[in-house]
């Protein structure tokens, strides 16, 4: 678990976090040797994916992969998210979303409170997108509504061949004159609340785009009881304040990997 706090956040950008609904955090967010380690754990991940299986839906990879804590429960990351929800977290769920170059999908314009709000109550997530390859408007970057923080919005289909997702908030709902695209280098980050309406365009460019997404609640947060039969949340620092079951980070649980690669997630 994560050790004593080591604020990196200034109250400028706690400030504008809370306001936008997200922050760009454009200096190295871990040390080169312990970035080169990830990516390169990824790459051993990605490559033992079976045929079938697309690179963006990587969908709590740790349940399975014990070796990710390292990075999830690690002070570096720690220390960004404490600023902003306190020095009690819970480690909520990751997310390695790759998109291949040429052919990389659309990421629909969602809030994640959309998809967790059976889930945990009060909705408070913090994300961190970890950039493992440069995210540019070229590759698909992820774009964001400022202070777009309803978080229950009403939702459509779409095409579920060419989106990561089988629906989107219904399209007079987003201003798309009003999004910002957030540019990251490896091993730079964006912040985002779980509220915030978001999505990427497809990557049709000839390089891959590829996030870690590490996301955080505080530890007062109450997981459902219907969702601790198919989810694990872990308690990376502090104390518990919600009465939670915690699973262990030492622990592989790969059934539940599995059933989650079968039944989609976010």
């Not at 604020?7 to 950008?13: E, F, G, K, P």
């Not at 967010?29 to 970035?35: A, D, G, M, Y």
């Not at 404490?82 to 998109?99: R, V, Y």
């Not at 059976?118 to 964001?144: C, F, K, Q």
Request: proline share 6%.
């Amino acid at each position: 678990m994560g050790g004593k706090s080591n604020v990196r956040l200034s109250d400028a950008q706690v400030t504008e976090y809370r306001r936008e609904g997200f922050l760009v955090y454009a200096e190295p967010v871990l040390p080169r040797r312990k970035f080169d380690a990830l990516k390169e754990h990824f790459e051993e991940e990605l490559a033992a994916l079976p045929g079938d299986v697309r690179p963006e839906t990587m969908d709590v990879p740790h349940f399975a992969d014990v070796k990710l804590f390292d990075w999830l429960l690690s002070d570096e990351v720690l220390d960004l998210v404490e600023p902003i929800i306190g020095g009690d977290i819970a480690l909520f769920s990751s997310h390695f979303i790759c998109k291949p170059k040429g052919d990389g999908r659309r990421v629909p314009w969602h809030e994640d409170s959309y998809y967790w709000r059976e889930m945990i109550a009060p909705m408070e997530v913090v994300t961190v997108w970890l950039a493992i390859d440069p995210s540019t408007g070229e590759n698909g970057a992820m774009r964001v509504i400022p202070r777009s923080l309803n978080g229950n919005s009403e939702y459509e289909g779409v095409d579920a061949s060419t989106n990561l997702f089988p629906s989107e908030v219904k399209r007079e709902l987003v201003d798309e004159g009003k999004a910002v695209t957030l540019v990251l280098q490896p091993n730079h980050a964006s912040l985002h609340d779980g509220r915030l309406l978001h999505g990427s365009p497809a990557n049709n460019s000839n390089l891959r785009r590829c996030g870690y997404t590490m996301r955080y609640m505080p530890a007062t947060v109450k997981l459902s009881e219907a969702a601790q039969a198919w989810h694990n949340i872990y308690l990376a620092r502090g104390r518990d304040g919600a009465g939670n079951s915690y699973a262990d980070p030492g622990k592989s649980y790969p059934e539940l990997a599995r059933f989650r690669r079968g039944n989609g997630g976010h």
